[in-house]
């Protein structure tokens, strides 16, 4: 461990800290940065430690989204790698010539991911381009138009991906209209869902549920189904609160889909490469996706990357769809380190899913607050509401608790309308996610007194 604890200072944001954000919001355009919550000044990583410009250490339950699994600063392998690369080249034109960096690191994806049948990799440089491809992989394939997407999704914002994220209008409104021709349909949430289905005690009811509307209520009265190109769905959703669908819908989905010729597009930017203990979450659900999207974790927290993975038959006519810097040389070996990395760790994050979850049940247990908690390997959400029964959302108690937390140097993000997502890097050990966990705690208590 480079902390043994950490350390606050200076309430956040100290003096430091507000110089620098006084200057962002001068010149940077603002992003997402949620004014309710105490804002972070990075200024380097340790392992799986943050130091603000003030100085403060503060263990990191947040992996920049699930970018920087493998911690701070560099991992040394994937620096070794990157230095040798420059060496030689870094960009070679990988769209227009050819290299064989971007061919081991297409050969490694394809090797890996989920379905027994052969693969090919478009590359690009982040999650929405590698929806944007991945829509246009369907379209161009089957001939078909439409996408069915889901409530509560988060696919990217660039206006194709816009088009199928569902999880707050705030990424959307006054940019309507987004591309055509995507409809929704509920997510499977066990916790909320049209139905008010208890998913955890009848998971098969929730999914024929989900089934039936597709099929029955979609398909028999208003879209047909011959002209749908494809359903696009997270294994886990992410943005929109960390909900964990049950075991067999995927299998279930992927049945309709081929019984109507529909191609399955998993969207893993955010819950793929090791966050769920496996290389892809997919493989928790048993599916084998027509394609596959990654980004975040794909550049090792280094380099910007992203993937789709495609049924080789899938594959564009030259000319069809293409970008400069997909597969970048360098990029692409910071990838295939990364990749080998993450493999490494998937032990450790199986190993650890358990403290989490007793852990963060057992808090559920004792605050009535606390309405649902969810997660598989250290991709954790805790849903914060008003009451129980109602269900009604807590978003000031949720953003209490991650401002109580960042206080104590445990830095968190929120998801979903009232919940708080624990994210901490893959490469984490046990007593750090024991000291991040007793810090949660008293963040809890503390917002609730
Ligand atoms: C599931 C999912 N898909 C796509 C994206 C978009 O990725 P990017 O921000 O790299 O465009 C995100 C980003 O949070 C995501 O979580």
Redo the contacts with the bound molecule.
């Keep these: 461990m480079v902390y043994d604890k950490p350390i606050v200072k200076v309430v956040p944001p100290g003096p430091k800290a507000k110089e620098v954000i006084e200057r962002h919001s001068r010149y940077v355009a603002t992003t997402t940065h949620d004014p309710e919550v105490l804002p972070l000044v990075i200024d380097r990583g340790e392992g799986v430690w943050l130091v603000d410009v003030d100085g403060n250490v503060y263990l990191d339950f947040s992996s920049a989204?699930?970018a920087s699994n493998l911690g701070y600063p560099t991992h040394p392998e994937i620096k070794k790698a990157i230095i040798e690369q420059l060496e030689k080249i870094a960009h070679a034109a990988g769209t227009d010539y050819y290299n064989p960096y971007q061919v081991a690191l297409a050969e490694k994806l394809a090797s890996i991911a989920p379905g027994k049948f052969e693969k090919k990799v478009f590359f690009c440089n982040?999650?929405?381009?590698?929806?944007e491809a991945a829509l246009k992989v369907a379209r161009y394939a089957t001939n078909r138009k439409l996408f069915i997407a889901f409530i509560g999704?988060?696919?990217?914002?660039?206006l194709g991906?816009l088009s199928l994220t569902a999880s707050k209008p705030v990424h959307k409104r006054k940019f309507f209209p987004t591309a055509p021709g995507v409809v929704h349909v509920p997510y499977p949430n066990p916790y909320r869902n049209p139905w008010y289905i208890d998913g955890y005690e009848h998971p098969d009811e929730l999914v024929n549920r989900v089934i039936e509307y597709i099929e029955y209520w979609l398909f028999g009265h208003y879209v047909p189904a011959d002209e749908v190109a494809a359903v696009v769905a997270?294994p886990i959703q992410?943005?929109g609160g960390y909900v964990v669908p049950p075991k067999n819908f995927f299998t279930e989905l992927k049945k309709l889909c081929s019984k109507y010729g529909l191609l399955l597009v998993m969207?893993?930017?955010?819950?793929g490469l090791g966050r769920t203990g496996r290389m892809f979450a997919s493989e928790h659900f048993n599916v084998a996706p027509d394609e596959v999207?990654l980004?975040?974790s794909l550049g090792g927290g280094v380099v910007?990357a992203?993937a789709t993975i495609i049924r080789k038959d899938l594959d564009f006519d030259p000319g069809a769809h293409s970008n400069t810097y997909g597969g970048h040389a360098l990029v692409s070996v910071a990838a295939l380190k990364t990749l080998e990395l993450t493999e490494k760790y998937l032990p450790n994050v199986q190993a650890l899913e358990k403290l989490f979850r007793e852990s963060l049940n057992e808090l559920k247990e004792k605050y009535e607050y606390i309405g649902d908690v969810r997660g598989l390997g250290l991709a954790w959400g805790v849903e914060f509401v008003r009451d129980r029964k109602t269900k009604e959302h807590a978003p000031k108690l949720r953003n209490k608790v991650v401002n109580e937390a960042l206080k104590r140097g445990l830095a968190m993000l929120p998801c979903g309308k009232s919940t708080i997502r624990l994210i901490p890097p893959i490469v984490i050990g046990e007593e750090e996610v024991k000291i991040g966990l007793e810090i949660f705690k008293e963040a809890v208590k503390s917002a609730l007194t």
């Design positions: 989204v699930s982040s999650g929405t381009e590698s929806i999704a988060f696919h990217g914002r660039t991906s997270e992410g943005e969207d893993e930017v955010q819950m999207c980004a975040k910007p992203g």
